[in-house]
């Protein structure tokens, strides 16, 4: 079972940036098409990006132009970099990926707060 350990988040004010990083266990990593998603209280977790094993992204029209998913194999990592940050954009920001972009449990998350 893959294990799912994101980081990054923090307290920025509108117009700054963050990265954030989820670090996977298991070495099948690279085979695997990967998502970051994100979820404010009472609300759905909704998909704000996603890479395939072949490095193809995706992204939300919300985040689009602004947001920037990659990730490096040998490190077993996803990132998103997150620019032009925005109070909308303030969540819980989770990864996920394998079958249907969401085979794995979820780990604890990472809090972003957009504030100025």
């Known amino acids: 079972q893959v294990q799912l350990v994101e980081s990054g988040g923090g307290l920025v004010q509108p117009g700054g940036s963050l990265r954030l990083s989820c670090t996977a266990s298991?070495?099948?990593?690279?085979?695997?098409?990967m998502a970051w998603y994100r979820q404010v209280p009472e609300s759905q977790r909704e998909l704000v990006a996603t890479?395939?094993?072949?490095?193809?992204?995706t992204y939300q029209p919300s985040v689009k132009g602004r947001f920037t998913i990659s990730r490096d194999n040998a490190k077993n990592t996803v990132y998103l970099q997150m620019n032009s940050l925005k109070p909308e954009d303030t969540a819980v920001y989770y990864c996920n990926g394998g079958r249907f972009l969401r085979e794995w449990g979820w780990g604890q998350g990472t809090q972003v707060t957009v504030s100025s």
């Open positions: 298991g070495n099948t990593f690279s085979d695997y098409p």
């Open positions: 890479i395939t094993a072949t490095n193809a992204t």
